[in-house]
């Protein structure tokens, strides 16, 4: 997981970016973020931080949560790590800072299609996964829980913390949870036609 064709990784970089991209959007958007976003939020009331940085801590701090169940690193994780914080730090001040709630609902449809399309570029890398990606499978395999409700217990826990701290939750946190998977599963078959096809990752339970 630390070699790969400059096509691949061409892929992993501009989807980690597009990532970020999505997330800025969302930011500026303030009507709710995704979960990881409100943790980070939440922390930067704390630290004065900037959105970027307290993502950067996040990421770390799951990441630890990987020693007990032996996950291995990969150079995709750590692009993950460093790229998003970077993207969302440098994009945020590009984004528009909508008025009107109709143009910001807007505006996270389109954080939520970046995100999806950041997602369909980084993930079939196979370069190792996010920080939460790889939590994720990895509660997985060690206790069979489907994947789908490991994410949504870990997404749970981002989300409530970052609310206790006081990070934005709304609309835009809804849409997000309720819509982002069925874009990354639309985003990934077209996606999957122009990426390296041996990069596509193996298929885990639902």
Do not use: C
Request: net charge neutral; no cysteine.
């Amino acid at each position: 997981m630390w070699k790969a064709q400059p096509r691949t990784m061409l892929f992993m970089i501009a989807g980690n970016w597009l990532y970020g991209t999505g997330e800025a959007l969302l930011i500026t958007a303030d009507i709710g973020q995704t979960p990881g976003t409100v943790l980070a939020q939440g922390i930067q009331n704390l630290t004065g931080d900037s959105i970027g940085w307290t993502s950067f801590y996040i990421s770390v701090g799951v990441m630890l949560l990987w020693i007990p169940l032996r996950l291995k690193v990969g150079i995709g994780t750590v692009f993950n790590i460093i790229l998003v914080s970077v993207s969302i730090d440098v994009m945020t001040p590009l984004m528009p800072n909508p008025e009107h709630y109709g143009l910001a609902v807007l505006q996270v449809l389109a954080g939520i299609l970046v995100i999806a399309l950041g997602s369909a570029f980084y993930i079939p890398s196979n370069l190792g996964p996010g920080p939460r990606d790889g939590l994720m499978t990895g509660l997985h395999y060690r206790t069979g829980i489907p994947v789908g409700r490991v994410r949504f217990g870990i997404e749970a826990v981002l989300l409530i913390s970052g609310w206790l701290l006081g990070g934005s939750v709304g609309l835009g946190t809804v849409l997000v949870t309720v819509l982002i998977g069925e874009v990354v599963a639309v985003l990934f078959g077209v996606v999957g036609r122009v990426a390296p096809p041996k990069s596509f990752v193996t298929k885990i339970d639902q």
